[in-house]
């Protein structure tokens, strides 16, 4: 069998080095197809995920956005008006 740097000497080594090249290539574009695919039923399943709860997402939102900040302030005014009473 020749080194992989070294041309083939004969026909039945160059048909035979033909081969496995076309086999690593058959492989290469299995190993794709199957990568596209998982890639495809992640981004599908995650789709799903979304459609599922979407009807649930930001149901106790108030729409402002700076309702902790207020909170926050609403509920140190009540410490202070309870203590300094």
Do not use: H, W
Request: negative net charge.
């Amino acid at each position: 069998m020749p080194k992989s740097n070294q041309p083939c000497e004969n026909k039945d080594e160059k048909e035979t080095e033909a081969s496995k090249f076309k086999g690593l290539l058959k492989d290469l574009d299995e190993d794709a197809v199957e990568y596209q695919r998982k890639i495809r039923d992640e981004y599908e399943k995650r789709s799903r995920l979304y459609e599922l709860g979407k009807d649930l997402f930001g149901v106790a939102g108030t729409g402002d956005t700076e309702s902790s900040t207020t909170y926050k302030e609403k509920v140190a005014e009540e410490i202070n008006a309870k203590f300094n009473d």
